[in-house]
């Protein structure tokens, strides 16, 4: 399959300071990026889709201030976790898809935590 | 209703036998399917895709789709103990990509 790289595989910080992950696709043109937020032993929660060189669409719950995505090129899609606080301490995983029908491939995770 | 729903198990089978897996989701206009197999701590990883109503099979891996039923399916045949994870059904539709539950999996050997 295709290859996705995330980065950090994982990060602490502290509260009120921000995070960025970053979301690569290696090997192909990634027109649409998925981020989801994944809590212990809960199934992946969609937080917003991104279209390369558009606004992303955020999941209703989600504050778009708080979570700021960018997906300015066709291989790479960035989330920010801003003033971070322990309760955003999750698993946060990317994923890419080459265009409308083609297979979506998650990047390793970012393992955040804020304390 | 959930979008997508699957069974949360756990599901047990014995090594060899084939385990069976089930999806289904509630909007019509969904247009691709796939099955991630995910180890704890990890990333999903992408098993089978598809996209037209039928039976596509790729080594010991199966995956049924029925559109008019709004149900896909996983079948595992010669399970594996390396085999054992949480097994998520994934549906597009209108370009968001969204997840069942989950299905955990263990097969015992």
């Known amino acids: 399959g295709a290859v996705v790289s995330q980065h950090p595989s994982w990060v602490i910080c502290k509260s009120g300071t921000s995070v960025k992950i970053e979301c690569r696709s290696l090997?192909?043109?990634?027109?649409?990026m998925f981020w989801y937020r994944q809590f212990p032993k809960q199934s992946l929660m969609l937080m917003a889709t991104?279209?390369?060189?558009?606004?992303?669409?955020?999941e209703q719950g989600v504050e778009k201030d708080k979570f700021l995505i960018n997906h300015a090129s066709l291989t790479l899609s960035t989330l920010t976790v801003t003033s971070a606080h322990p309760e955003d301490s999750s698993f946060y995983i990317c994923?890419?898809?080459?265009?409308?029908?083609?297979?979506?491939?998650f990047g390793q995770g970012t393992r955040l935590t804020v304390v | 209703q959930k979008e997508v729903e699957q069974n949360s198990g756990p599901l047990s089978v014995p090594e060899g036998a084939i385990a069976s897996l089930n999806c289904t989701y509630s909007?019509?206009?969904?247009?691709?399917f796939f099955w991630y197999r995910q180890y704890s701590g990890k990333s999903p990883e992408l098993i089978m895709s598809?996209?037209?109503?039928g039976d596509k099979e790729d080594g010991r891996f199966t995956a049924q789709l029925n559109k008019a039923s709004q149900y896909v399916s996983l079948l595992i045949r010669d399970s594996q103990p390396s085999d054992s994870a949480t097994y998520l059904c994934?549906?597009?539709?209108?370009?968001?990509?969204?997840f069942g539950a989950g299905t955990r999996l263990t097969v015992k050997p």
């Open positions: 090997d192909f043109q990634a027109t649409t």
């Open positions: 994923s890419a898809r080459a265009n409308r029908g083609r297979d979506a491939f």
């Open positions: 991104s279209n390369e060189g558009s606004k992303a669409t955020y």
């Open positions: 598809i996209y037209s109503n």
């Open positions: 994934a549906v597009i539709r209108n370009n968001d990509m969204r």
């Open positions: 909007d019509r206009v969904s247009q691709s």
